[in-house]
């Protein structure tokens, strides 16, 4: 700690601080005008949170007919998108769905136009599915015919993905931008009396911004860096890990074979990390030839776990007027969260043998390598809830010869809320921020299946609508994320193997830090995934 006379207590000064950072990282400043004052940055796991397909989680059939399967049945991924198909089942069964990502990443540095985007690529192995049905029928000669229970497992979303770039930048660095956040913040306060919390106190800590005392060039709570504009290398590697999944327990029955209807009840998790590594050289002398070369370089870690349980219920139904059509709606309650993470950060600065000035008793601070220094593990426990969905659906048989099915969701990510927290501090700022940001969507899907006796030819599309405004959106940022989708399949009597392969892609930018005057670097993110999925089912 740099200075002796620090400093009061804050008591909310952890969570300020390690979310003041996540803020402008995750949005361009097209929408900080939109980020409510206080807000903490809980809105992004909110949203990020809320993005669940459950039709991602379902089996290779479902998968390969693009998820359009609301008013399909007779499947057991019926349990997580619409609990009355399982009613159409007329054999118990065992399935597993194993799944293999490919996971794509061009990153394009924006300031430095000699710049090629960097490739990164992961692999994941996962289950995309796994269950087990059992068909209770019915001896009632009323129009009840029994059912079926399921108890099945579905991976709802994956968090998988590593993104790096680099370039140079001549204009602005990091330290620009501590000096931002740090304008105003009192200077007996900038270093918690009980450690760092977050990447600013570091920067404090490691001299890269200080006191201006010169009330001439700034005044009373006002900050300078010693380091001069020049030059920097910058480059970042980012680790996404985790996943979102469910487990469904549900019920479907069968009314006289035109009315199906079901319930279910969800019990949800994820977890969540990701793991930065930020880095700036300085490659060339200040661009002030006045001034003095003071910095070699600075590497920045970043860390952020969050996991969460929560709980949901499905109900739906299928009507079928005629044995050629089949209409189907399902809703799914909010999925009510209780959630904890930790956050915390670490800095290396590598100075040029700076003279920063005398200290107290008149001896020379040469700045030379500094050890690493790293803040507090910082914990938050909230609750959270997403948002509601409603599903209608369609789909029309052509004898045994195959079908064409199409669905529609409906989902409001403003109704996305955070709630009673233990701590001391208020989320209506981030809940309004939530109101700000994020629209009502709308998803499409379209499927269809053919059969040729014991062989079955699938294929889909899936558009999947932006959760951001409209007048929000960065610039790359597409209306809808598509998923294509196709599959074949051979069902015998005992057992059936499936096999689906799913492509989607997305464009999005990222911003390592936000400067007022929008001069700060971007990055043009291309993500691609393939998912190949193959299910194995067992009758029983």
């Known amino acids: 700690m740099k200075l002796n006379y620090k400093l009061y207590k804050i008591r909310v000064s952890k969570i300020i601080g390690v979310f003041s950072l996540l803020i402008l990282l995750s949005y361009s400043t097209t929408t900080s005008a939109q980020i409510a004052q206080g807000s903490f940055g809980y809105y992004t796991d909110a949203n990020r949170f809320a993005q669940t397909i459950p039709t991602m989680g379902a089996n290779a059939r479902i998968q390969g007919i693009g998820g359009a399967a609301t008013a399909i049945g007779g499947d057991i991924s019926s349990a997580s998108v619409n609990p009355a198909g399982l009613g159409f089942l007329q054999r118990s069964e065992i399935t597993f769905s194993p799944s293999l990502s490919f996971l794509g990443s061009d990153a394009t540095y924006n300031l430095d136009s000699q710049n090629l985007p960097t490739e990164d690529s992961k692999l994941n192995f996962n289950f995309a599915q796994l269950g087990a049905a059992f068909v209770l029928p019915s001896n009632n000669s009323s129009g009840y015919k029994g059912g079926a229970f399921s108890i099945s497992y579905s991976r709802l979303n994956s968090f998988h993905r590593r993104t790096s770039y680099e370039g140079t930048n001549s204009e602005n660095s990091i330290i620009d931008y501590f000096l931002n956040q740090a304008d105003g913040i009192p200077w007996n306060a900038i270093y918690p009396s009980g450690g760092a919390t977050d990447l600013l106190a570091l920067a404090y800590d490691a001299y890269l911004i200080n006191e201006d005392f010169d009330y001439d060039n700034g005044g009373q709570n006002t900050y300078y860096s010693p380091v001069p504009i020049a030059p920097t290398q910058q480059r970042e590697t980012i680790d996404y890990l985790g996943s979102q999944s469910q487990w469904n327990f549900a019920y479907g029955g069968n009314y006289n074979d035109k009315l199906f209807f079901g319930a279910g009840l969800g019990i949800q998790s994820f977890k969540y990390k990701e793991e930065k590594r930020y880095e700036e050289t300085v490659t060339g002398n200040p661009i002030n030839p006045n001034q003095v070369k003071a910095l070699n370089s600075l590497v920045i870690g970043e ?94 048989f052509v004898g045994k010869f195959g079908f ?97 392969v799913v492509q989607q892609a997305s464009n999005t930018i990222y911003t390592p830090y936000n400067l007022s005057d929008n001069s700060n670097p971007s990055i043009d993110i291309k993500n691609t995934t393939t998912n190949v999925v193959a299910t194995v089912g067992f009758h029983f």
């Open 303 to 396: 860390n952020l776990s969050i996991n969460g349980t929560g709980v949901n219920l499905t109900a739906g139904i299928i009507y079928r007027p005629i044995y050629a059509v089949r209409l189907g709606a399902s809703i799914m309650t909010p999925t009510y969260f209780a959630v904890d993470d930790t956050y915390n950060a670490n800095l290396r600065v590598l100075y040029n043998n700076y003279n920063f000035g005398d200290d107290d008793s008149g001896n020379p601070i040469i700045l030379n390598d500094t050890d690493q220094i790293n803040t507090l593990d910082v914990e938050s426990t909230y609750n959270m809830t997403t948002p509601l969905r409603a599903s209608l659906g369609a789909a029309f």
């Open 404 to 500: 064409i099915s199409a669905d529609v969701d409906f989902i409001n990510y403003q109704s996305s809320k955070l709630l009673s927290p233990p701590q001391e501090f208020s989320f209506t700022a981030d809940n309004q921020t939530i109101k700000n940001l994020y629209a009502s969507t709308m998803n499409y899907r379209v499927g269809a299946e053919l059969r040729i006796k014991t062989f079955y030819l699938r294929g889909g599309i899936g558009l999947y609508g932006n959760t951001m405004k409209e007048e929000f959106r960065l610039e790359n940022d597409d209306a809808f994320q598509t998923r294509i989708s196709g599959g074949l399949g051979i069902h015998k009597k005992a057992f059936y193997i499936d096999l689906a």
